[in-house]
């Protein structure tokens, strides 16, 4: 049993996953949470936070010789972000796979993408894409004590302790 635990625990990811204002101005945090947490992964650290311009671009270094880098950072910055960091087994893939297709008009219907927004500029949504950028991501937002390490009642339900 504790080895079958251990070896679970072994498994567990974390991922950054972001709604970003355009989502929030649209009412769609509680349509967005609802599809991580029915899914079966768990929500460990959360917050609504309206990120400076300068925090924008810290989140989107990749990205600073796109030509969009500019306006991405400002609309980012342009009000409430719900930041969160949610956990379980190939989070960070399957998280994007919840997200779809980084332009919506190509991510397949029954993605949160490709259910909720129309065009690239407007998302809706951020998810790291790796466990790197998670790793560097989770830490950018968040404190380590902002990060709640709980047991949930659902967990044996949803990987089985046997
Ligand atoms: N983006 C954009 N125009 C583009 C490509 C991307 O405005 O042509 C924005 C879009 O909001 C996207 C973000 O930049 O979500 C980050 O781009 P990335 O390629 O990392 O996509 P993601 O990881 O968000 O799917
Ligand atoms: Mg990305």
């Known amino acids: 049993m504790l080895q079958e635990q251990e070896a679970h625990a072994a498994e567990m990811e974390r991922t950054f996953i972001a709604i970003k204002p355009d989502g929030v101005q649209r009412g769609l945090i509680a349509e967005i949470i609802s599809r991580f947490e029915r899914k079966g992964f768990k929500l460990v650290a959360i917050k ?13 270094h990749d990205l600073k010789e796109r030509p969009f880098f500019n306006g991405l ?12 960091v949610w956990e379980g087994e190939g989070v960070i893939k399957y998280g994007r796979k919840l997200i779809g297709a980084t332009d919506p008009q190509k991510s397949e219907p029954g993605t949160i993408r ?24 989770i830490n950018l937002w968040f404190k380590p004590q902002e990060l709640v390490t709980y047991t949930s009642n659902a967990e044996k339900w949803v990987y089985g302790d046997n």
């Open 48 to 60: 609504l936070v309206v990120p400076s311009k300068e925090f924008a671009q810290k989140h989107y």
């Open 73 to 84: 950072c400002e609309f980012l910055s342009s009000g409430p972000v719900l930041a969160m």
């Open 114 to 137: 490709g259910d909720l927004a129309v065009v690239v500029g407007r998302n809706i949504i951020h998810g790291s894409d790796g466990p790197e950028t998670a790793k560097d991501e």
